[in-house]
T-cell receptor
Framework: DMKVTQMPRYLIKRMGENVLLECGQD?????MYWYRQDPGLGLQLIYI???????SEGDIPKGYRVSRKKREHFSLILDSAKTNQTSVYFC????????????FGEGSRLIVV | QQKVQQSPESLSVPEGGMASLNCTSS?????YFWWYRQHSGEGPKALM?????GDKKEGRFTAHLNKASLHVSLHIRDSQPSDSALYFC???????????FGKGTSLTVIP
């Protein structure tokens, strides 16, 4: 169906709480990404995963960690969320079968209060 | 340092008009470029890719790449209100793995 699905779509957490953002794709893409989008800053890369258990830091990894145990699933974890992590988070995937075009999910809006 | 710069930050054009968006890279290793479009409340979606110097046309959209000047542009003719969105330029060295995005150009098409 060529879809990237993110859950949850909206989340409000208190400072210090843990946050789990989940992403799934049905295209057998090897590579998956987590970006955050803030007004005026564009899309900033947090982590990239080249395949199962093969993850690499992006440009802004501090305060985040990731997990990829299955090719179709990629999680972003915030241990002890901070107010400056309030943002919209996008998961994306790409692979050799998609012409290396990125497919994005619909985003997860996180508010940390 | 932002590796991909976009201009203008925002742009308004009348319905039926031509919209021109620009993107410049500071990294000569970038060989592959994409334009993505994001409507409000949605994730970005790929609009078109361009990997060779010159023009690439898809319907009302034309991308132009000049690798020597590291400049890529997007021209939208006969702009429609549905074209109102945030447009991102993305660049990559390899065509896969790391993609670098500009900050985006907000396009408003006025009916």
């Amino acid at each position: 169906d060529m879809k990237v699905t993110q859950m949850p779509r909206y989340l409000i957490k208190r400072m210090g709480e843990n946050v789990l953002l989940e992403c799934g794709q049905d295209m057998s893409h090897e590579t998956m990404y987590w970006y955050r989008q803030d007004p005026g800053l564009g899309l900033q890369l947090i982590y990239i995963s080249y395949d199962v258990d093969s993850n690499s830091e992006g440009d802004i990894p501090k305060g985040y960690r990731v997990s990829r145990k299955k090719r179709e699933h990629f999680s972003l974890i915030l241990d002890s969320a901070k107010t400056n992590q309030t943002s919209v988070y996008f998961c994306a995937s790409t692979g050799t079968n998609s012409g290396n075009t990125l497919y994005f999910g619909e985003g997860s809006r996180l508010i940390v209060v | 340092q932002q590796k991909v710069q976009q201009s203008p930050e925002s742009l308004s054009v009348p319905e039926g008009g031509m919209a021109s968006l620009n993107c410049t890279s500071s990294d000569r290793n970038f060989q592959y470029f994409w334009w993505y479009r994001q409507h409000s409340g949605e994730g970005p979606k790929a609009l078109m890719s361009i990997f060779s110097d010159g023009d690439k046309k898809e319907g009302r959209f034309t991308a132009h790449l000049n690798k020597a000047s590291l400049h890529v542009s997007l021209h939208i003719r006969d702009s429609q209100p549905s074209d109102s969105a945030l447009y991102f330029c993305a660049a990559s060295e390899s065509g896969y793995q790391n993609f670098y995005f500009g900050k985006g150009t907000s396009l408003t098409v006025i009916p």
